[in-house]
């Protein structure tokens, strides 16, 4: 697992890197949000552990950054902060869960585990760096979120909601634009659309019958 710590207390940080990466983690530390954002691989890491309190640029305004970028990773705040304003806003900033100061290594543990547990239960991988996540209805690459139109967004569930199996294009057609009348023309250039913002294909065209998604593994 690949965590980045964004901390300015060098000995907190020290002690939950040495726990971390004791278990074989790989923890990246940050003194402040600058730096972290000009520096750490943000596409990449499993969990952010993000200080409120930081000098340059808080805790709050990194992870607002961070979020502006469409990458949806897991984030804890960590603080010594309870006021019900600063959890509102580190909330709408998007966290995942907050850890209050002082705190045990091994909660923070167990509240990282559940959130990349549940991160990876509702990624489907669809390519080498492609996830689809059903229930936000979204494609990452490299973590990041892909944008579609609402049509696109729409095939692109239908498809991956029947993975592994062939879609007939008039069904298809009859999902995304709700019984409306387009032709397959319509349909191919929608698909042509989703291509072109992916860098790997895992679209199948079935000749005569419709499309199909299937599911990816390292062996492919």
């Known amino acids: 697992m690949k965590i980045i710590l964004l901390e300015d207390d060098k000995l907190i940080a020290e002690e939950i890197k040495l726990y971390f990466e004791i278990k074989n983690h790989t923890v990246e530390c940050y003194l402040n949000g600058e730096d972290l954002l000009e520096n750490a691989n943000i596409y990449t890491n499993d969990i952010f552990l993000l200080d409120i309190n930081m000098p340059i640029k808080s805790g709050i305004e990194t992870l607002e950054e961070i979020r502006s970028l469409n990458i949806n990773t897991p984030a804890i705040f960590l ?38 547990l549940e991160c990876s239960l509702k990624k489907i991988r669809l390519g080498p760096n492609q996830y689809y996540n059903s229930s936000l209805m979204e494609l990452y690459e490299n973590n990041k979120t892909i944008e579609f139109s609402e049509n696109e967004k729409n095939l692109l569930y239908y498809l991956v909601k029947n993975l592994n199996h062939v879609v007939p294009s008039d069904t298809l057609m009859d999902y995304v634009w709700d019984s409306k009348i387009v032709n397959s023309n319509t349909l191919r250039t929608q698909i042509k659309k989703i291509r072109t913002k992916i860098s790997f294909d895992f679209i199948q065209n079935i000749r005569g019958t419709g499309y199909k998604i299937g599911s990816y593994s390292d062996n492919d």
């Open 79 to 116: 603080t010594s902060m309870s006021d019900i304003n600063t959890i509102k806003l580190g909330y709408e900033a998007g966290c995942s869960d907050y850890i209050r100061k002082p705190f045990h290594f091994e909660e923070l543990e167990i509240r990282i585990n559940k959130l990349v």
